[in-house]
């Protein structure tokens, strides 16, 4: 029944889960820490975390992750990365025979305008689900770690989007921070 439900649940994320893993994530955490208690919030931000710094993409990262860690066994992990990758498999099957052919079409323009901005929507809501207490502390309960989170968090968003400076530098340099102040 476990392997079922993960199938069905993972299917269903990679079946509507437009615009990548990072867009995925509210829809994981929706199902995985809410609604079946797979996870606990600090450890689907703790995935979510390794996630990104491991190689491949998030969305097939977190559901093998997810498998593994609801069924105790690596045919949980194969089965919900199976189930993820399923539907753009099938869909790409599907449409790239059509898609070529009928792009410029004024239906198929329009779909694709509609769906631009649900993604632009899914990774808001995916940047939100991060802003957590797991991730920031909470300022009632420790106003030094809430704070010093938040000048990691400042530092890293400039340091990438004004200075340019490298994600895999800031990843390195974040974790040292951290180390050194927590």
């Known amino acids: 029944m476990l392997y079922l439900q993960l199938f069905y649940t993972f299917f269903k994320i990679g079946m509507f889960g437009f615009g990548g893993g990072y867009a995925m ?9 809410t609604r079946y208690g797979w996870l606990t919030s600090q450890e689907f931000t703790d995935i979510v975390a390794i996630s990104q710094m491991t190689p491949g993409p998030i969305g097939i990262n977190t559901a093998t992750y997810v498998g593994f860690t609801a069924t105790g066994n690596v045919w949980g992990s194969v089965i919900a990365t199976f189930a993820v990758v399923f539907p753009s498999f099938i869909l790409m099957l599907a449409i790239s025979k059509f898609f070529l052919k009928y792009q410029k079409h004024p239906a198929v323009e329009a779909v694709f305008s509609g769906l631009r901005p649900a993604v632009v929507g899914l990774l808001a809501s995916a940047a939100l689900v991060l802003m957590n207490k797991e991730n920031f502390g909470s300022p009632q309960e420790d106003i030094y770690s809430f704070t010093m989170s938040c000048i990691i968090f400042l530092v890293a968003f400039i340091g990438t989007r004004k200075y340019k400076v490298s994600p895999i530098l800031m990843i390195v340099a974040c974790g040292m921070a951290g180390l050194v102040l927590y």
């Open 25 to 33: 994530l509210s829809m994981i955490q929706g199902e995985v820490v």
